[in-house]
């Protein structure tokens, strides 16, 4: 282990250990979103001559007949439409037969096994954003009409062509990511295991989904089970996975209390693997920190970050230099934010308006209105909630008359005031008779 990691071991035994006794109930909430990779076509990616030779096995009446509402599969023409749409990759005829109105002119059986030629055919080619709207239409449907899912994963690999590992992974990673969407954790976590069973891998980056997604729905269990399992049999988790479980401990989650030695060991584990931490890792952390109510250790980690040239930013410096005003110690929140200048960060507008605020709740207006000059030498323009503290600073201070001017002077000058603004010199009045 080089001298620098074990520093940062040591530095984050002794943060855990003056933290353990402050934590605090917080509730989680997390934004996701489905991050889709670039389209890529490769025409060499399967033998196009044997899946159609199954679009005609699957779709061919001579074979099956009539579907079970009785149409006959060549005079509603489903196979002409499969066979046109595996050629061309013709999406909009793709997206003009949905895959509700196939299983009403041809009967489910018949449907999935169009769906599937055409699912692979977008997999083939590497078209991932359309495989996922594919099998959405396909697991939106089972979903409605209450049908079992367990099977469709085997159903949608269910190829004689024997498909090559990475279309059927494309697929994987689209029933992961579906399901996980629709809040269906057991099955996407049913198609991660299967997938293991057939020797193909989902990506780690339909993992983070999956993961992300079963924090923002408080299942506890799996978002545990599902990192140890990565960590264990793969895929291996990524800097983003490390963060994602970061984030997990450090805002906590429903019900639940920070867990800042949890967050230590994510930490620890990321330095052990070689796996670096980026600047929004140490963010986290740092904020986390914070929420903890572990003010002072956070400040030591920031300066112990910096010593070591580590990656930081004004939101790390943010988050302490918050802690600081919510402690009531200004000295040291002035402190740090020159100490952030210095060290080249420019503040942004949440650096001014946590120190502003600061200021104003401790009775400082002065300094509070040269810090607003001081923004606007550095040409970073006050939001509306950094007067907001100003008015109400003034207001209880007995000087609604002179937060009346600042107001009237910033609507003047094209701000937008609103309703908070208004109650706060209303409130001021109020107060004064």
Request: glycine residues 6%; charged residues 20%; aromatic residues 10%.
């Amino acid at each position: 282990m080089s001298s620098a990691a074990y520093s940062l071991k040591s530095a984050l035994i002794s943060v855990v250990a003056s933290c353990e006794k402050s934590l605090f109930k917080v509730h989680y909430s997390a934004v996701s979103a489905c991050m889709l990779e670039d389209h890529v076509f490769d025409s060499s990616a399967v033998d196009k001559g044997k899946i159609v030779g199954e679009a005609l096995r699957c779709c061919n009446p001579k074979e099956h007949g009539k579907s079970k509402i009785g149409r006959n599969t060549r005079k509603s023409g489903l196979f002409p439409i499969v066979a046109t749409i595996f050629k061309t990759l013709n999406w909009e005829l793709a997206t003009d037969k949905r895959f509700f109105r196939i299983v009403s002119d041809h009967g489910l059986s018949h449907s999935i096994n169009a769906f599937r030629v055409i699912v692979h055919a977008f997999a083939s080619a590497g078209l991932q954003m359309e495989v996922h709207f594919l099998i959405r239409e396909i697991i939106s449907y089972y979903k409605k009409v209450n049908l079992d899912v367990p099977d469709l994963f085997s159903t949608l690999l269910d190829l004689p062509a024997d498909p090559h590992a990475g279309i059927s992974s494309s697929i994987i990673n689209a029933l992961i990511k579906v399901f996980a969407e629709n809040k269906m954790f057991e099955n996407a976590l049913d198609v991660f295991v299967q997938a293991k069973k057939f020797g193909l891998e989902p990506t780690i980056l339909s993992c983070n989904f999956l993961l992300k997604c079963c924090i923002e729905a408080n299942q506890v269990e799996f978002v545990r089970s599902l990192f140890e399992e990565l960590k264990d049999f793969g895929p291996s988790p990524n800097v983003y996975t490390y963060t994602i479980m970061m984030d997990y401990y450090c805002k906590g989650h429903l019900g639940q209390n920070i867990d800042i030695k949890e967050a230590s060991k994510v930490l620890e584990e990321m330095e052990k693997t070689g796996r670096s931490p980026t600047v929004v890792t140490y963010s986290v952390y740092i904020h986390g920190l914070c929420r903890a109510g572990c003010v002072d250790s956070a400040s030591k980690l920031l300066e112990f970050l910096r010593t070591e040239n580590k990656p930081l930013n004004c939101y790390c410096y943010n988050a302490v230099i918050h802690g600081f005003c919510q402690k009531g110690d200004l000295f040291e929140a002035l402190r740090l934010f020159e100490d952030m200048k210095n060290n080249g960060i420019s503040p942004d507008i949440y650096s001014y308006s946590i120190l502003i605020d600061g200021f104003c709740k401790n009775g400082d207006v002065k300094y509070a209105i040269d810090l607003i000059e001081k923004m606007d030498d550095c040409d970073v323009k006050p939001s509306l909630v950094t007067y907001s503290s100003l008015f109400n600073s003034l207001c209880k201070s007995g000087q609604t008359d002179d937060s009346l001017d600042v107001f009237r002077k910033l609507g003047a000058s094209g701000y937008k005031l609103d309703v908070i603004s208004y109650n706060i010199l209303m409130n001021g009045f109020l107060l004064q008779g």
